[in-house]
């Protein structure tokens, strides 16, 4: 059976449907860890790769999307409306509320303006949409369950062993161990505070990514460590290694992930010691052309905002990805009001990061817009069962189509690149959000996002394939 034909989905008119559903996307550890370089992934990258730096994001708690990015929808899926402005060329419904910007009144607002921030309706023929990714595309129902839908959206399965982070971190191991074989250092992938990002199990606990739970570096001490003498850190090592050698062979690679973290931390003191790191410390010293003052001015001070903050500053040093949550969007009850305000966050984030990416100067040649790629989901959309809330002026979650679909936004210079700007794939009914035909899995996102790292997947979710005939 071939993909519904549509005038908005044409461009994906030759991907057949059961294609389309097959489509599937820890401490630091430099650890003697055994691999095989495949010459043949890395002779492909550059024509599969094109993004150096991932910022992924979770609207947590799980997330109304048809009252943001498939607001083109009945009024019991989106009650705020859509936006009566938005950027010319753009096809995926932007709701109403990403139209809020009260950040930009009054003389702050003028100062942001200056800083090049917009409402996001402004760029939104910069983003472009998967309205239609689900965690089982060929499962009855949806997952509305906030712990299997969680661990659907963290591994990619239920009781899933290793996250997606550390696949990436296992993916980019070749890339990580030549730099560091040419003397040069190369960050892992990055999780900020939390820890279901963070599994990893057997060979690939040493490669979970390093979790930070504050938003920042500033208590760690790392230049003591020059001050230690010589026979103390051998004895240091020899213990490492007599309590690895005690060890039963399964949990072998959990320790050496311990001993590779004591030796990163000693490789890694001179990064983590970086004034660029101190995202707090109000500095006016422009570092890729833009100063940690600035960006707290365009980004704010919420939780958020700090991570995203210290995420672009994880890119100055390769860090290939960086994952952090956004908001609380888990609301049975307050939806009606207080939904407005988290968007409002949100907004500022997407706003924050689209004019400060186009700012910095990246070392590769160009700017940071050019070489990252934005990308947003949660772990299952938000319902009301046929009203615009339900009694407590919330929504719920359970097994419907409105629960079912997550529709990720993504924007960056690869989406521009390759003509998916303003574009949205898949298509939902209004009346009832019946897919087009064209439905992707959270797997085959994921080995996507990994393709565009250039990091190998071939380990993981062989049943799904990247989504090949978008990017």
Known sequence: MTTKKTQKTSPLATLTRRSALRLGLSAVAAAPTLWIPKPLYAQQCTGRGGVKHLMYIRLSGGFRFTTAFN????SE?????????????????????LDGAPWLAGDMGTQLKNLGMRKVTSFSNEIAVLATVDHEPFAGGADGNHGTGLERYLTGYVGGENSLFTMMHYGVRDRIAAAAAEGRIELPPFVLGSTGMAKGNGKY?????????GDNFED???????????WALKMAEDSDKGMRDRQMLPSQSVVDAYMGTRESTRKFADIFNSEALRINNNSDEEIDGISNRRLATMFGEDGAARRARLALRLFKFGAPAVYFDQGGYDM??????????????????LSALNASLKVMQHPMGGTYWDHTLVVLGSEFGRTTRGNKFNSAKGSDHGGDRATRWMSMPMMGGVIDKLGMAGKQ?????????????LVFSYRSVAKTLMDLLCADHSEFFPADDPLMNIF
């Open 77 to 97: 899926f989106n009650p705020f409306g859509v936006a009566s402005d938005v950027a010319a060329g753009t096809e995926w419904g932007p709701s109403k509320l």
């Open 205 to 213: 606990a040493a490669y979970r990514p390093p979790l930070v739970q």
């Open 425 to 437: 794939y898949g298509h939902t009914a209004n009346s009832d959000l019946k897919d087009d035909g």
């Open 332 to 349: 049975h009850s307050g939806e009606e009001t207080g939904l407005p305000g988290g968007i409002n966050e949100l907004n500022r984030l």
């Open 71 to 74: 607001g083109a929808v009945a």
């Open 220 to 230: 760690f001490a790392f230049s003591s460590l020059d001050k230690v003498p010589a």
